[in-house]
């Protein structure tokens, strides 16, 4: 049961527009979520994170929103970079004092910017 | 500081043997994780540690076992290797803060081949 979902596989967008990620998850429990990004034969990179106290949080260019009741998060990158064609994965876990830090991750979309 | 490393990078196997993969972090993080990500599927906890000395199972553990002999090592091994175990592996770790351990930082991965 996939607990996390990123329903694109891939998206192309042109530079200087607007990026849209989406991002659904079904356990109720997660209240704490991230976005990764990761370049072909390196490591994931944290990018931004949110918590369930917030519904949005803005870092530079990017943007991440969370809707609870619809169970879903979306990240904006504006403007779009050629630089930003990677592969980006949403993470949720329950953050906590018995927290172990566990997440879990979404299968990832490929975007792809172009110049 | 190095971050987190993973050694080797590439390895390719015959079925029934066995390796380990060596994790080291220079961070001082109490947290450590190993993931592994095959198309299509995200990233897959396999086991993890919240100190020096502990482990546990992630979501996908079996043929896999896991020591956390010193705070800054977490080694992954493969005890009787299957072509099923062909994927790219990635180790993490993360520090404690607050209510719960923070975002983690991934090592570059090992690709493992298993013929």
């Known amino acids: 049961d996939q607990q996390v979902k990123q329903n694109s596989p891939s998206l192309s967008v042109q530079e200087g527009r607007i990026s849209i990620l989406n991002c659904d998850y079904t356990n109720s429990m997660f209240d704490y979520f991230l976005w990764y990004k990761k370049y072909p034969a390196e490591g994931p990179t944290f990018l931004i994170s949110?918590?369930?106290?917030?519904d949005k949080n803005e870092d530079g260019r990017f943007t991440v929103f969370l809707n609870k009741s619809a169970k879903h998060l979306s990240l904006h990158i504006v403007p779009s970079q050629p630089g930003d064609s990677a592969v980006y994965f949403c993470?949720?876990?329950?953050?906590?004092?018995?927290?172990?830090?566990?997440?879990?991750f979404g299968q990832g979309t490929t975007l792809q910017v172009k110049p | 500081n190095a971050g987190v490393t993973q050694t080797p990078k590439f390895r390719v196997l015959k079925t029934g043997q066995s390796m380990t993969l060596l994790c080291a972090q220079d961070?001082?993080?109490?947290?450590m994780y190993w993931y592994r990500q095959d198309p299509g599927m995200g990233l897959r906890l396999i086991h993890y540690s919240v100190g020096e000395g502990t482990t546990a199972k992630g979501e996908v553990p079996d043929g896999y076992n896991v020591s956390r002999l010193k705070k800054q090592n977490f080694l992954l091994g493969l005890e009787s290797a299957a072509p099923s175990q062909t994927s790219v592996y990635f180790c993490?770790?993360?520090?404690?803060?607050?209510?719960?351990?923070?975002?983690?930082?991934f090592g570059p991965g090992t690709r493992l081949t298993v013929t």
């Open positions: 949110i918590s369930s106290i917030k």
């Open positions: 961070m001082n993080h109490e947290y």
């Open positions: 993470a949720a876990t329950t953050f906590g004092s018995s927290n172990t830090g566990k997440l879990i």
């Open positions: 993490a770790s993360s520090y404690w803060l607050g209510a719960g351990p923070y975002e983690q930082y």
